[in-house]
């Protein structure tokens, strides 16, 4: 599995299909497993495919400024 350290920084790349996500404003955790309600994301659902328009569902930051949690 790839890893990637640091913030996202839009590199879809970069990410693995399981890369829980955090944002640096609010630190909420986007898990590709649960999806996301608010945006009506399935579940299942990997960082990289949310959609351009996509932001935060608690503070509204882009995506772009999300960081990738690195998991032992």
């Given at each position: 599995?790839?890893?990637?350290?640091?913030?996202?920084?839009?590199?879809?790349?970069?990410?693995?299909?399981?890369?829980?996500?955090?944002?640096?404003?609010?630190?909420?955790?986007?898990?590709?497993?649960?999806?996301?309600?608010?945006?009506?994301?399935?579940?299942?659902?990997p960082?990289s495919?949310?959609?351009?328009?996509?932001?935060?569902?608690?503070?509204?930051?882009?995506?772009?400024?999300?960081?990738?949690?690195?998991?032992?």
């Open positions: 599995m790839k890893t990637f350290e640091g913030s996202y920084a839009g590199d879809d790349a970069r990410l693995p299909d399981d890369a829980h996500m955090e944002c640096k404003i609010c630190w909420h955790v986007y898990d590709p497993a649960e999806g996301d309600d608010y945006w009506q994301i399935p579940p299942g659902t960082f495919q949310l959609p351009d328009h996509w932001r935060c569902p608690e503070c509204d930051g882009a995506k772009a400024q999300f960081m990738v949690i690195l998991e032992d």
